[in-house]
Structures are given as C-alpha cells and as structure tokens.
C-alpha cells in the first residue's frame, strides 16, 4: 500500500495547491493541516481495496442520470474510521462526454 499511500498524498497536494480551482469540502482529501478536507496522511490502508470497472448506482429520482455508470478504477478504504473512497475515471483512449465527470461526480457524492 506504499504507492497508494503516495498516490493519495500527491492528489491531495495537487488539490490543496489549486484551492481556488477545486471546491473545498469537508469531504475532500488535503495536504497539511489548514482549510477543509480530509488529511491524506489519516488514512491506515490496513483494509483497502482497489477495484477495476466500479458500479456507481443510479441517482435516485435523477433524470439526468441514464443508465448505469462504471468508473474505471476505485480506491477504498473499508475502516469505518476512514471512510476512504478515491475515483479514478481513466481517459487515456478516449474522450469525455458531455457532463460525464460532472456525473460521475453527483453519483460518488450521492
């Protein structure tokens, strides 16, 4: 879990750094101690578990949301302490449609 450790450490760094272009939320993993969010150093990883091809279930009583929605890889943390769930949505061979991460983004929220 040493890479997942780092890889959580550079996402909150780059999401602290650029404070004004990313919404601060108490939900949202930080670097250091100042603002809101979550620390990325919190994070044990005794139970984590990553998962290709993850199922986000459909937004209740959303019209906007059709069908079902598979993010490509998802990081978790299944301490009850924790609470970690980290969503990677990989465009390495193609192209976002149109509100596609704004949706994926409503449906890990929800």
């Given at each position: ?5 780092k ?11 650029n ?53 490509d ?12 769930m ?24 929800t």
């Open positions: 879990m040493k890479f997942a450790k890889f959580l450490e550079m996402v909150a760094q780059l999401r602290t750094k404070a004004l272009k990313y919404a601060r939320k108490m939900t949202l993993l930080k670097f250091g101690k100042e603002g809101k969010g979550v620390s990325s150093k919190r994070f044990s990883l005794k139970n984590a578990a990553v998962i290709r091809e993850f199922y986000l279930a459909k937004a209740i009583g959303n019209s906007d949301m059709k069908g079902p929605r598979y993010c890889v998802v990081l978790l943390d299944l301490d009850t302490s924790d609470g970690l980290l969503v990677i949505e990989n465009k390495l061979f193609s192209t976002n449609y149109p509100n596609q991460l704004e949706t994926y983004y409503d449906l890990v929220e």
